[in-house]
T-cell receptor, first 117, second 114 residues
Framework: EAGVAQSPRYKIIEKRQSVAFWCNPI?????LYWYQQILGQGPKLLIQ????????DSQLPKDRFSAERLKGVDSTLKIQPAKLEDSAVYLC???????????????FGPGTRLTVL | AQSVTQLGSHVSVSEGALVLLRCNYS??????LFWYVQYPNQGLQLLLK??????LVKGINGFEAEFKKSETSFHLTKPSAHMSDAAEYFC????????????FGSGTRLLVRP
């Protein structure tokens, strides 16, 4: 079974530029998560989708970050314009359905490492 | 509000020695608790989880953790460290509201000396 795919793996941009990350979850997984992992910290949830609807985006800086999950499969996370403090690894995860319990394990992709200069 | 505290950002052990990574949680309701491992340039992999069944949970690669409600702890242990265990380890608690989102600790980097 293929895992969660993310691209690109690495991205370097200058501040005020825009950037987009792509995630393809495990086939059949209804729930998709985007996390931000700043160096030296644990991942922090940015947004959670259930199929193509947003469940939780309370931690998403909506003035510059946006995300969509068209057709309830792939998802794109965009930052526009980027700031220096956006330098982080952006992790995508998916689960069969909403929940973190025994039957709803979150499977993580390898992440996209963003450097903002 | 739920939170997780991992004591020690770095832990160093000799190969063959006991591994003990500490995690304390704060939750107003019975939590779901998890340990994840992250190898360099990779995503997170689930080591083990506690979901209100047995308090001693066994995971992959010889790791186990014990849920202690009285101490609000969920420490990760392994009897004998191997060089391949060197990685970053994250403890997480699952929110008990309808989102079930994961709240992660800040991580502990395990170094294994030959």
């Amino acid at each position: 079974e293929a895992g969660v795919a993310q691209s690109p793996r690495y991205k370097i941009i200058e501040k005020r530029q825009s950037v987009a990350f792509w995630c393809n979850p495990i086939s059949g997984h209804a729930t998709l998560y985007w996390y931000q992992q700043i160096l030296g910290q644990g991942p922090k949830l940015l947004i959670q989708f259930q199929n193509n609807g947003v469940v939780d985006d309370s931690q998403l800086p909506k003035d510059r970050f946006s995300a969509e999950r068209l057709k309830g499969v792939d998802s794109t996370l965009k930052i526009q314009p980027a700031k220096l403090e956006d330098s982080a690894v952006y992790l995508c995860a998916s689960s069969l359905r909403r929940g973190g319990g025994g039957y709803n394990e979150q499977f993580f992709g390898p992440g996209t490492r963003l450097t903002v200069l | 509000a739920q939170s997780v505290t991992q004591l020690g950002s770095h832990v160093s052990v000799s190969e063959g020695a006991l591994v003990l990574l500490r995690c304390n949680y704060s939750s107003s309701v019975p939590p779901y608790l998890f340990w994840y491992v992250q190898y360099p340039n990779q995503g997170l992999q689930l080591l083990l989880k506690y979901t209100s069944a047995a308090t001693l949970v066994k995971g992959i690669n010889g790791f186990e953790a014990e849920f202690k409600k009285s101490e609000t702890s969920f420490h990760l242990t392994k009897p004998s460290a191997h060089m391949s265990d060197a990685a970053e380890y994250f403890c997480a608690v699952s929110m008990s509201d309808s989102s079930y989102k994961l709240i992660f600790g800040s991580g502990t980097r395990l170094l294994v000396r030959p």
